[in-house]
């Protein structure tokens, strides 16, 4: 039985004559830019998330852009984010004109190492973005410790994480801004691009929806450069019929990482990885048990909604054999990510300071491969996928 790593289909065809009527709903006002749809959807999203401001916008890199111009990052600026993450975090700190400074990642639960963060800040360091990695939260309290000791800014970047908590809140609000994406593979998939920016700030929420169109207000005066970064009516207007989905969505997702939890917990040479290993939460973190699999875990208090079920296949070669062997059974699955920002060729010509101590993260580019954790996986897709796993323990030699 093939099981894709995806399958929006499998989501959005039961829909279709919901998303038939919204259609028909935008034609028919004739109204395709902002308007009553894109409010509506803010308003969802921002009871969603609790947040006070919700601004609907073109894409998740869009909103990461926007929130670094609504807060002036700029040119002799330097901003700390993720070295193993997704390229759009770091590249719209270099569009702002900013400098890129890369910080390591955990080795258990993936998200920024707050000890190499640290030693990290310089007079420059103005911004901290966290992204809260595969749907799991970074750790906020130490995030904003941090921000505060030494007056940095934080912008959440929880394009993969929206609805996912921290201590009770949601992820994306903790921040001065928080960022969300619905591309179509994230956890509220759009069908297209879109993007939405939250904060609990008036003054730069009333930037943020300044520069989101141009920088101005009134019509055709314009008192900042911004850019044209809105959501479209059509798009508000399909994700607003996924919106009451979410929490099914998202609920699915949870058993699904439990079931490969439990079942592949039990194979010879697999282990979760313990919290007590994680770098994020523990000042003197526990090494990870020996073996040939380390499965990802919820951290205590954090509600993970598990945008990616992340293994990782330990040993030279065994990533990419895993990958092979499930490839060859038509299993779907990713590398995410084959390489790390601080090794991207766009940011050879940044300072070395830029670059130095990502060793975790580069090991983890070695060895993560993420497996199928869609919603709509059904029983029989997942025993396939633990079987597939299970016969490659036991046929292929560990290095
Ligand atoms: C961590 C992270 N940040 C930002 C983005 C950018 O979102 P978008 O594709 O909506 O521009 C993504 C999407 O892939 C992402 O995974």
């Not at 911004?127 to 309290?141: C, E, K, R, T, W």
């Not at 008192?223 to 207007?237: E, Y």
């Not at 996924?242 to 079942?263: I, M």
């Not at 300071?353 to 491969?369: F, M, N, P, Y």
Request: net charge negative; aromatic share 8%.
């Amino acid at each position: 039985m093939a099981v894709p790593l995806l399958d929006v289909n499998a989501q959005n065809h039961p829909l279709e004559s919901e998303f038939n009527s919204a259609f028909q709903r935008v034609f028919r006002t004739g109204h395709f830019i902002m308007g009553q749809e894109v409010t509506a959807f803010e308003q969802e999203i921002a009871s969603l998330v609790k947040a006070k401001h919700a601004l609907g916008i073109s894409s998740g890199t869009d909103a990461i852009l926007l929130a670094l111009m609504a807060l002036d990052i700029g040119p002799g600026d330097e901003v700390l984010c993720p070295a193993f993450t997704f390229f759009a975090t770091a590249g719209c700190v270099a569009r702002a004109g900013a400098t890129p400074v890369f910080v390591d990642a955990c080795p258990a639960c993936f998200n920024l190492d707050l000890r190499d963060a640290r030693k990290k800040i310089t007079p420059r360091t103005k911004a901290i973005v966290p992204v809260h990695l595969f749907g799991q939260s970074a750790n906020m309290n130490g995030v904003q410790e941090l921000a505060k000791e030494h007056g940095l800014r934080v912008i959440e970047d929880a394009a993969q994480a929206i609805g996912a908590g921290y201590r009770g809140r949601s992820v994306g609000t903790i921040g001065d801004f928080g960022c969300y994406s619905f591309f179509p593979s994230k956890n509220l998939g759009g069908l297209g691009d879109g993007g939405l920016l939250v904060t609990e700030d008036d003054e730069l929420a009333k930037k943020a929806i300044s520069l989101r169109n141009h920088g101005m207000s009134p019509k055709y005066y314009h008192s900042h450069i911004g850019g044209n970064f809105r959501l479209d009516a059509l798009q508000a207007a399909f994700l607003r019929v996924k919106v009451p989905h979410y929490a099914g969505y998202t609920s699915n997702r949870q058993k699904n990482a439990a079931f490969y939890t439990e079942r592949l917990s039990t194979l010879p040479g697999v282990t979760v990885a313990p919290a007590s290993a994680c770098a994020c939460i523990n000042s003197s973190p526990t090494a990870l048990p020996e073996a040939r699999i380390t499965l990802p875990q919820a951290l205590p208090g954090h509600d993970h909604i598990w945008n990616q079920y992340t293994l990782r296949v330990i040993g030279a070669g065994q990533r990419d054999a895993l990958r092979d062997h499930l490839t060859a059974r038509q299993i779907g699955c990713e590398i995410y990510y084959p390489l790390t920002m601080d090794q991207q060729a766009c940011f050879a010509d940044l300072p070395a300071t830029s670059k130095v101590g990502c060793d975790v993260s580069h090991q983890l580019a070695g060895e993560v491969l993420s497996i199928p954790i869609y919603p709509e996986l059904s029983g029989g897709q997942k025993e396939e996928v633990v079987a597939a796993i299970a016969d490659f323990l036991t046929t292929q030699s560990a290095a």
